[in-house]
């Protein structure tokens, strides 16, 4: 792993960050996850612009700027050996910390026949930021790999999906693709395919409604678009990828590889 703190390369051992920092205690800080596409990195103005946008709702003014974060998010690339790399960007109001690491693709099965979700009650506060205080979404990813399930499906108190615990979602009806844009991340992978797409309907939906889409995928940054295949054990569609979600899955190929 590549560490930068504050503009600094430093080994990992030897990485260290005030116990007394607000990022620390309580979590007060935001963060991005970015990937490269063959050492390209893709959106990075749009990870970095919504990175900023996180600190603005969470209500802090970073010390470091947007074009030096630019910057050194960039020194840290040249230091990269890796085509796929993972890279995490985190603020806090004093501090930058920049993370790389070489990508652990997902297996191929997964994007060929599909993953599994299972439901998670509840929702994300301040759901327009990916801040650093992010317990609740890692319990319901570890209540879903406890399950044998890729993703949590967050549901709230009136069974209405907004998005699962680090991805959204998307569904499938009578071949027009929907999603939901309230109370939710504005994941840029799913920017890009609502662009992809063409047409898009943003609507609400409930639970029982999901379970009778005729396809669902999910989008992501290390994964791009996945398609799910079952909901709690029930078979989504015909039990396999579908031909919307295929097809967005090849656009989205040839965009960020270029074939």
């Excluded at 040249?78 to 993370?99: G, H, P």
């Excluded at 499938?172 to 939901?180: E, I, K, R």
């Excluded at 504005?186 to 609507?203: H, M, S």
């Excluded at 029982?208 to 295949?229: C, H, M, R, W, Y």
């Amino acid at each position: 792993m590549i560490i930068s703190i504050d503009g600094k390369i430093v080994e990992e051992k030897k990485a260290k960050f005030p116990v007394t920092s607000e990022a620390f205690l309580f979590g007060y800080a935001v963060f991005e996850t970015i990937r490269t596409y063959n050492k390209k990195v893709f959106r990075l103005d749009d990870h970095l612009a919504r990175l900023y946008m996180s600190a603005d709702v969470i209500g802090f003014k970073p010390k470091w700027t947007l074009s030096k974060t630019f910057k050194e998010v960039c020194k840290v690339l040249e230091k990269s050996k890796w085509s796929e790399a993972k890279i995490r960007v985190i603020l806090t109001k004093n501090n930058l910390i920049v993370m790389m690491e070489q990508l652990k693709k997902k297996p191929e099965v997964m994007y060929k026949k599909g993953v599994k979700l299972v439901s998670f009650h509840g929702k994300r506060n301040i759901p327009h930021a990916k801040k650093l205080s992010d317990a609740f979404c890692y319990l319901a990813k570890q209540h879903a790999l406890n399950c044998g399930a890729y993703e949590a499906l967050l549901v709230d108190s009136r069974t209405y999906i907004r998005e699962c615990a680090y991805a959204n979602i998307f569904w499938v009806s009578g071949g027009v693709v929907h999603s939901t844009n309230k109370e939710i991340l504005f994941g840029i992978t799913r920017e890009t395919v609502v662009e992809l797409a063409g047409e898009c309907v943003f609507k609400g939906i409930k639970y029982k409604s999901l379970l009778n889409a005729d396809e669902i995928f999910i989008t992501q940054t290390t994964s791009g678009i996945l398609p799910v295949v079952e909901v709690d054990g029930r078979k989504i569609g015909t039990g396999r990828p579908g031909p919307v979600t295929k097809n967005l899955m090849k656009k989205f190929q040839k965009l960020v590889w270029g074939k």
